[in-house]
Each structure stands twice: as structure tokens, then as C-alpha cells.
């Protein structure tokens, strides 16, 4: 995979480098999401795929990065080690240069709600971005927990962005079973054996609440997908791949509930110069 510098008002797009013709371009948008099983999954309209591109479209919107094409030559993006960190390791490696056009923010005008069973999600008006999330699991080594992220550059990357995905591990027998997560290991997740009760991880846990400040990084990266920075505050209960996007639905469905605006004096801005994520196996 290769983050390139990409020209202004083109968005973040993935190209499928591995297909020849004009349907390998797969732009990162609400609409192009295609499936929300385990992942967020992007689909073009030749049925194009890119999975698993939450981690990454975090770390590009947790670094405020608004253009880049990713060169990527399969149908998933490297899991790295199952956070945002690696990609912002390797962005701010890179470096980011800022575009002689200003940026535009997408501002909430009307709270905007979405509910499915015990799940919900909203969106309510503010002056910044801000996200709450809240999940309750039965498992002990869950439970309960709740965090809140006024998001920044900096918040994003020391409260967020080395926060892993986690599974059970019950879970990851039953999904190798069907020939899937094939990939996985407790190099790339937190899993929770059978009981519920312990972490597997040998070095234990980044942050004493990693599930929650997961969720939150799973968020900033499928509310990426709006197109631009967010002014407004989120809040989810339970949430996850599948009611984010939902949200994004609702909103763009009601053009009163939004306002694309201007933001005064604060350039748009890419990767200084390609840069790779290469993973072998």
C-alpha cells in the first residue's frame, strides 16, 4: 500500500492497482460503503472492493489530511497491529504540506438520530468535532466503559490512535473455521479468552479502557467518510460500523440537518510524498 499527495477537492480515494481497467478507483465516501460486517468495507459501482479501511481513513482524518490516493494491491488494507498508529507513524514520517485552497467543514445545523435495537448514535451542533462513545459488554474484562474526545492532532494521537481492535476468542476459532481472519494473532488484536474474564495479550493493554478508545477511533475513521471535517458532536451507545454509516445516511438525507462552510484561513492538506506500508505474508 502507498499513500501518494493527491490534487485539491479530490478527496481520499483508493486505487486498486492489482486491476487493470477504469473501475479500480474506490473513493472514501458514505455512499460507496458496501458491507459492515467486522469492518468498514468500500464498494465502487463495478463492484471494486477495499475493506478494513476504518484503521487508516482515522489516521488520515486524526492527522487532518483532506486529498490522497492510496495505492493498494489487494481488497484490504494491512490490519498493522490492529490500531491507527502505525499509519500515523508513517504519515508524519512523510510529512504533510498544506494546498492553496481553503478547506470546507461539514457543519451539523439540527440533531440527528439513529437507532437499531439497544444501538444508537447522533449527531448534535457544535463549534469543533467532538465524539462520546459508550459500550457495555458482559464480559468482565470489558463491562462498562465510556470516554468523550474533543479531537485535535494531538488528542487523536496520545489518546487514540494506538487504542487495537479486540475480539473473543471464541470468536476467532469460529471465524478461522469458515476460512477467515486466517491473518490474525495477538500481534494485530486484543482477544479475551472464552470466560470473558482475561486479556490473552501477553503485554496486557495499552490503556486501561483500549475497547472504548477503539470504538472512538473506529468512529473518527467511518465519519470520515462525510467528505471533510466535521463540525458538530457525536454520540454513540453500542455503536459501530453499521450505525455510523447509518447516521451518515440520515444526515445526508436531510439537507436542513447540514451546511458544507468555509473554514477561514486553514489550507487543505496532503502528504509531503508517497509513502508505503509494506506487510509481508
Given at each position: 500500500?502507498?499513500?501518494?499527495?493527491?490534487?485539491?477537492?479530490?478527496?481520499?480515494?483508493?486505487?486498486?492497482?492489482?486491476?487493470?481497467g477504469?473501475?479500480?478507483?474506490?473513493?472514501?465516501?458514505?455512499?460507496?460503503?458496501?458491507?459492515?460486517?467486522?469492518?468498514?468495507?468500500l464498494?465502487n459501482?463495478?463492484g471494486?472492493?477495499?475493506?478494513?479501511?476504518?484503521?487508516?481513513?482515522?489516521?488520515?482524518?486524526?492527522?487532518?489530511?483532506?486529498?490522497?490516493?492510496?495505492?493498494?494491491?489487494?481488497?484490504?488494507?494491512?490490519?498493522?497491529?490492529?490500531?491507527a498508529a502505525?499509519?500515523?507513524?508513517?504519515?508524519?514520517?512523510?510529512?504533510?504540506?498544506?494546498?492553496?485552497?481553503?478547506?470546507?467543514?461539514?457543519?451539523?445545523?439540527?440533531?440527528?438520530?439513529?437507532?437499531?435495537?439497544?444501538r444508537?448514535?447522533s449527531?448534535?451542533?457544535?463549534?469543533a468535532?467532538?465524539?462520546?462513545v459508550?459500550?457495555?459488554?458482559?464480559?468482565?474484562?470489558?463491562a462498562?466503559?465510556?470516554?468523550a474526545?474533543?479531537?485535535?492532532?494531538?488528542?487523536f494521537?496520545?489518546?487514540?490512535?494506538?487504542a487495537?481492535?479486540?475480539?473473543?476468542?471464541?470468536?476467532?476459532?469460529?471465524?478461522?473455521a469458515?476460512?477467515?481472519?486466517r491473518?490474525?494473532?495477538?500481534?494485530?488484536?486484543?482477544?479475551?479468552?472464552?470466560?470473558?474474564?482475561?486479556?490473552?495479550?501477553?503485554?496486557?493493554?495499552r490503556?486501561?479502557?483500549?475497547f472504548?478508545?477503539?470504538?472512538?477511533?473506529?468512529?473518527?475513521?467511518?465519519?470520515?467518510l462525510?467528505?471533510g471535517?466535521?463540525?458538530?458532536?457525536f454520540?454513540?451507545?453500542?455503536?459501530?460500523?453499521?450505525?455510523?454509516?447509518?447516521?451518515?445516511?440520515?444526515?445526508?438525507?436531510?439537507?436542513?440537518?447540514?451546511?458544507?462552510?468555509?473554514?477561514?484561513?486553514?489550507?487543505?492538506?496532503?502528504?509531503?510524498?508517497?509513502?508505503?506500508?509494506?506487510?509481508?505474508?
Open positions: 500500500m502507498t499513500l501518494r499527495p493527491a490534487e485539491p477537492d479530490s478527496g481520499i480515494r483508493f486505487r486498486r492497482v492489482d486491476i487493470a477504469g473501475g479500480a478507483i474506490v473513493s472514501a465516501d458514505w455512499a460507496s460503503v458496501g458491507d459492515t460486517r467486522l469492518n468498514t468495507c464498494r459501482s463495478h471494486v472492493t477495499v475493506g478494513t479501511v476504518e484503521h487508516l481513513l482515522a489516521a488520515l482524518a486524526g492527522r487532518q489530511i483532506d486529498n490522497c490516493l492510496i495505492d493498494i494491491n489487494g481488497a484490504e488494507v494491512p490490519v498493522m497491529d490492529g490500531s502505525p499509519f500515523l507513524f508513517l504519515i508524519e514520517c512523510a510529512g504533510v504540506v498544506e494546498q492553496a485552497v481553503p478547506r470546507r467543514a461539514l457543519r451539523i445545523t439540527r440533531r440527528v438520530t439513529v437507532r437499531d435495537g439497544d444508537m448514535a449527531f448534535s451542533p457544535a463549534n468535532f467532538s465524539l462520546r459508550e459500550i457495555d459488554f458482559a464480559s468482565q474484562a470489558i462498562r466503559q465510556d470516554f474526545l474533543a479531537l485535535s492532532d494531538q488528542s494521537k496520545s489518546e487514540i490512535a494506538r487495537r481492535t479486540f475480539g473473543f476468542e471464541q470468536e476467532v476459532a469460529a471465524l478461522r469458515h476460512g477467515l481472519a491473518g490474525g494473532s495477538l500481534d494485530n488484536a486484543v482477544v479475551i479468552d472464552s470466560t470473558g474474564t482475561r486479556v490473552l495479550n501477553e503485554d496486557g493493554l490503556y486501561g479502557d483500549e472504548v478508545r477503539h470504538k472512538v477511533l473506529d468512529a473518527i475513521g467511518d465519519l470520515s462525510a467528505g471535517p466535521i463540525l458538530g458532536a454520540h454513540g451507545v453500542r455503536c459501530g460500523h453499521a450505525i455510523n454509516n447509518l447516521l451518515l445516511r440520515q444526515l445526508f438525507a436531510d439537507p436542513s440537518a447540514y451546511e458544507w462552510v468555509e473554514l477561514t484561513n486553514v489550507p487543505t492538506t496532503i502528504p509531503s510524498a508517497p509513502l508505503q506500508a509494506v506487510v509481508n505474508g
